[in-house]
């Protein structure tokens, strides 16, 4: 196995003397080194490449040192940032430490001092202080029933948990496979008047449509082969509370038509029985497809689909909430170090910046568990690349922001011909802007025009 590469440091300073020598200096201490004079191309650096370090100067022309700081810390929070100034002051000492910095030194530098910062932040404190402010970020963020996040369009969909919970309402979740319905859900049931009652869960995907009627309905003793009793179903168990129907689009046309007459009429009938059975329960229903396109191609009832669509909640893909990764993150860490006995401190900066730029195919179930293999084969105090699985590892550049464009064969392709293929398609949806689509891509708007020019597509 090659051997772990040197740590990755990042030195920002609008003086291309001071610049050069820092850079110079460090690098003679064994360090990777990289230079950029401005606030703004540090944040973009970092965005680009995974950094170990940021050491940065406070005053600077375009983007200030502190204004950079707050962005990077924003992006990944493991990162640690050492602030330079030759105009110390106490208020801006206590500016930059509040805004997330490890530590800061005054101009003109005392390199030993510079060193002995650099190395006690590579080994432990920064990446403690780190964790701390994550733990305080997941304290302070929206949290609704283990629902973890900040970023606009979970703050969006948690306000809508929040306004819709305590209604009557059935409710209809979508969002791709391990987003976190059932969490959704869950909200909703215990921020309600039923939340001393029962919360019933039915994967309708599960079951056959026979086992499915039965687990729903219950059954009358000699029903069917086996059915040796009677049995109460899940509408039954669920009275007074809520039934969630997980992956109710696999649900067959015929249990379409009969939990379309329990939303109607408030009544179910056993299987093999007579006797109808007023039942109260709330519905709320999940799917990773697309009802309405269900709809259309006659797989799923129409009059269905509009009981169910009273309200509808969208869960996000992880992909499109990047901003609470972190978060996610550190609370996964959280749990799997407690229920594997383990004093986990956080991660460091190069494994926090893979997850930053992981795609999350399997979104949010597919975070816990990379976190959860890396407690368990975690040694030291805190998670490195070496802990993560290899599809993360792997292609740490190559997680698009937004959703993806519209698969196309790759057989056979090199990566520059799909990759190709990915930006054109991303800036087509985006009607040419390539703010937008660079945005979506999870890359710089620089670094998609050098992509466009080397393609010939500008």
């Not at 100067?57 to 030759?86: C, F, Q, W």
């Not at 064969?409 to 990915?422: K, N, S, V, W, Y």
């Amino acid at each position: 196995m090659s051997p772990d590469p040197a740590p990755h440091i990042l030195v920002v300073d609008d003086d291309p003397g001071h610049l050069t020598a820092l850079k110079t200096i460090i690098k003679s201490w064994g360090y990777r080194v990289d230079g950029v004079d401005d606030g703004a191309a540090a944040v973009e650096r970092v965005r680009e490449t995974p950094y170990d370090l940021v050491l940065m100067d406070v005053r600077m022309a375009h983007m200030s040192g502190l204004e950079a700081l707050k962005r990077i810390r924003g992006y990944n929070p493991a990162i640690p940032v050492l602030i330079m100034t030759a105009y110390s002051s106490v208020a801006t000492a206590v500016e930059a430490l509040k805004a997330g910095a490890y530590d800061y030194l005054t101009k003109p530098l005392d390199y030993e001092v510079l060193k002995l910062g650099i190395e006690r932040a590579r080994d432990h404190s920064g990446l403690k202080s780190e964790n701390q402010a994550l733990k305080a970020e997941l304290r302070a963020a929206f949290d609704l029933q283990n629902i973890v996040g900040k970023s606009p369009a979970m703050v969006e969909l948690i306000d809508m948990v929040a306004q819709v919970a305590p209604s009557e309402a059935t409710v209809l979740i979508t969002g791709e496979s391990g987003t976190g319905k059932e969490l959704i859900a869950r909200a909703l049931h215990v921020n309600s008047g039923r939340r001393d009652k029962p919360f019933v869960v039915v994967n309708c995907a599960a079951l056959t449509e026979t086992l499915l009627e039965s687990e729903l309905f219950g059954h009358e003793r000699g029903a069917f082969t086996g059915a040796d009793r009677r049995r109460e179903g899940r509408f039954m168990q669920a009275h007074q509370g809520t039934v969630f129907l997980d992956e109710i689009g696999e649900m067959s046309p015929s249990m379409q038509a009969r939990l379309l007459r329990v939303i109607q009429e408030r009544e179910i009938q056993r299987v093999g029985g007579t006797e109808v059975l007023e039942v109260d329960v709330r519905i709320l229903a999940a799917t990773h497809r697309d009802l309405a396109a269900e709809v259309a191609a006659g797989r799923f009832r129409e009059d269905l689909f509009y009981r169910l669509n009273v309200v509808a909640l969208k869960v996000p893909p992880l992909r499109a909430r990047r901003d609470d990764i972190p978060l996610l993150a550190a609370h996964f860490l959280a749990r799997y170090a407690a229920r594997n006995r383990k004093a986990v401190r956080g991660f460091a900066p190069r494994a926090m910046d893979l997850l930053l730029r992981h795609g999350w195919p399997g979104n949010v179930r597919e975070l816990e568990n990379a976190v959860e293999r890396a407690v368990i084969l975690l040694a030291g105090d805190y998670v490195s690349a070496k802990e993560l699985p290899l599809s993360i590892t792997a292609a740490p550049g190559a997680a698009p922001a937004g959703d993806p464009p519209a698969a196309v064969p790759d057989g056979g392709r090199t990566l520059q011909d799909i990759e190709r293929d990915a930006i054109l398609a991303t800036l087509q949806l985006t009607e040419g802007n390539k703010s937008k689509a660079a945005e979506k891509l999870g890359i710089t708007r620089k670094t998609l025009y050098k992509k466009l020019k080397t393609y010939g597509e500008e």
